[in-house]
């Protein structure tokens, strides 16, 4: 896969596309081209911010967003074990196409949550 194919598949809360079943059978085409996802307030306000994910966020981080911190987020976070939130903090230190490599790697979707 190309560089810019496998940068666009992160998606901007922190999801690695790329590596999601209904991606691979062509169910969908990955968040940022996904216009049925409109309902998700973290693809609309990186859309309106013209941000590639919240890693640039410019004034909130998804552990002070609200959008990162409703029933809705910490409900998939548990039944997913997903960890949005340190997979863009990855982004952030190590950039898109490092954590999409990452996710190739591990064949995930996210960075799974660390148990306690
Ligand atoms: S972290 Fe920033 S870019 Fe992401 S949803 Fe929140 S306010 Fe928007
Ligand atoms: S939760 Fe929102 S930003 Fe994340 S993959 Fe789904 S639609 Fe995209």
Not at 56 to 70: E, G, V
Not at 83 to 102: M, N, P, Q, W
Request: glycine share 6%; charged share 30%.
């Amino acid at each position: 896969m190309e560089k810019l194919e496998k940068e666009q598949l992160v998606a901007y809360c922190g999801l690695y596309c790329g590596n999601c079943g209904k991606f691979q059978k062509g169910k969908c085409p990955g968040c940022a081209k996904n216009e049925k996802a409109s309902w998700c307030k973290i693809r609309t306000c990186c859309m309106e911010n013209k941000y590639a994910t919240c890693a640039d966020c410019a004034t909130m981080t998804p552990r002070s967003c609200k959008n990162y911190n409703n029933l809705f987020a910490k409900f998939f976070e548990v039944v997913f074990k997903s960890d949005r939130k340190t997979s863009v903090e990855y982004i952030k230190e190590h950039g898109r196409e490092a954590f999409a490599d990452l996710m190739i790697d591990q064949n995930q979707m996210v960075i799974k949550k660390q148990k306690k």
